[in-house]
């Protein structure tokens, strides 16, 4: 059996995993990540879209929102970032996988270093409908029985949590239902605004200064 790691002798059929990296390149790395996890999901539902004869989305939604969801994580830390060292802010990326709060960190950071009320409304507009998104998966997703606070961001990866407790899905007598039209059409929303901040502030504020 053939390695995974090697080549094939067609290069289009080889994936180059440090094309687009760079060892010197942190944050340029991490948004270079979150595109190819955003763009993973939104092929995956597009395909899905195409042919789900065999109701294959129940069970692919589960990556499809894996990914999505690291991919706004990935597009949130590396703004974290980049706003960190143009802020002079002894810190890298802040918070572990609780997307939800890393965003609170974020529109912080944003209001620190924005002067300019119209510039603080556009990042408003370009991500309210990540707001949105994660508002509403809060509510799926948050557990607050034994008064300590869970994300339960693991929702997508497992059945259930660390004191096996199934998902909020699973134990439901309704359908737990994702319209798949209106999931493509947010994310790529959502993907699309995150890159473009992310890379306005690497590119027009932090490069710029270097």
Request: hydrophobic share 40%.
């Amino acid at each position: 059996m053939k390695d995974i790691f090697s080549y094939n002798i067609d290069i289009s059929k080889n994936a180059y995993m440090n094309w687009r990296t760079n060892k010197h390149e942190y944050i340029k790395n991490m948004i270079v990540m979150a595109n190819g996890f955003m763009m993973s999901s939104i092929i995956l539902v597009e395909q899905i879209l195409n042919n789900n004869r065999n109701k294959n989305a129940d069970i692919v939604i589960f990556p499809i929102l894996f990914n999505a969801n690291h991919s706004i994580e990935l597009y949130l830390k590396a703004i974290t970032w980049t706003l960190n060292i143009i802020l002079d802010k002894d810190k890298k990326i802040e918070g572990k996988h609780n997307i939800n709060q890393i965003f609170t960190v974020v529109c912080s950071r944003v209001n620190e270093f924005e002067k300019s009320k119209e510039t603080k409304e556009q990042f408003k507009k370009l991500t309210i409908n990540l707001k949105d998104y994660l508002d509403e998966l809060c509510i799926k997703i948050e557990d607050k029985s034994d008064k300590k606070y869970k994300d339960n961001m693991d929702f997508s990866r497992y059945p259930f949590n660390t004191e096996y407790i199934n998902h909020f899905y699973i134990d439901k007598l309704d359908n737990v239902v994702i319209d798949l039209e209106n999931f493509l059409l947010r994310f790529k929303e959502i993907g699309k605004n995150l890159n473009t901040i992310a890379e306005h502030y690497l590119y027009d504020f932090l490069e710029a200064d270097h």
